[in-house]
């Protein structure tokens, strides 16, 4: 079964600390992977997706098909990096649907 | 481009009756996509549509819960015997193209109260 899960509800570090959001799937064949953010008061957004390889707002996150995961992570935290991150998944290219993961709240303390 | 537009923001519904949610995609974006979030859950996908075409329904409920896209306006899903069950936020996305490598633009949500 396509799975996502994120098994943190709540991760809270002090600005400056690195960040890890976890992220871990299943799924039997080749999966896109993507990283969805939605910051207070604001509609959920893409933040960064496998297969660009790209650093967005400093977050990176590599694909580990070993380890069926793909960790979002930033080496210092900022206090506006404040927000509600989703690990989302795409099965296939024939229709696009994201399966998303429970979520992880990002609290960074000033 | 104002982006995807959802209305109503917020809809409550007594036990019975039907809700209509409506999705304006971004200009240019004939792919929508409709997911649900129930409390403490992350969003799950409910139904693709293209116009006029229902692509992959396999989120949807097999009762009570319809929705379409027609050649003109917005997409409407639609519920009907609203239970209290339906509580959720339903999210509609619009993409310009099929497929995961694609972006999905998210709208606001709709926020369905039951009582």
């Known amino acids: 079964a396509q799975r996502v899960t994120q098994p943190e509800k709540l991760l809270s570090v002090f600005k400056g600390a690195p960040v890890e959001l976890k992220c871990n799937y299943s799924?039997?064949?080749?999966?896109?992977l993507f990283w969805y953010v939605q910051y207070s008061r604001q509609r959920l957004q893409l933040l960064l997706r496998h297969i660009s390889r790209e650093s967005i707002k400093g977050f990176t996150a590599d694909l580990n098909k070993g380890e069926t995961s793909f960790h979002l992570k930033k080496p210092f935290a900022q206090e506006e990096d404040s927000a509600m991150y989703y690990c989302?998944?795409?099965?296939?290219?024939?229709?696009?649907?994201?399966?998303f993961g429970q979520g992880t709240t990002l609290q960074v303390k000033p | 481009n104002a982006g995807v537009m959802q209305n109503p923001r917020h809809l409550v519904r007594r036990r019975g009756q039907e809700a209509r949610l409506r999705c304006s995609p971004m200009k240019g974006h004939s792919h929508v996509y409709w997911y649900r979030q129930l409390p403490e859950e992350g969003l799950k996908f409910m139904v693709y549509?293209?116009?006029?075409?229902?692509?992959?329904e396999s989120g949807m409920p097999k009762e009570r819960f319809s929705a379409e896209f027609p050649k003109e306006g917005p997409s409407i899903l639609r519920i009907q015997q609203v239970v209290r069950g339906d509580s959720a936020a339903y999210f509609c996305?619009?993409?310009?193209?099929?497929?995961?490598?694609?972006?999905?633009?998210f709208g606001p949500g709709t926020r369905l109260t039951v009582t």
């Open positions: 989302a998944l795409s099965g296939g290219s024939n229709t696009g649907k994201l399966i």
């Open positions: 799924y039997s064949g080749s999966p896109e």
């Open positions: 996305a619009s993409s310009g193209r099929t497929g995961g490598s694609y972006e999905q633009y």
């Open positions: 549509l293209q116009k006029e075409n229902i692509i992959d």
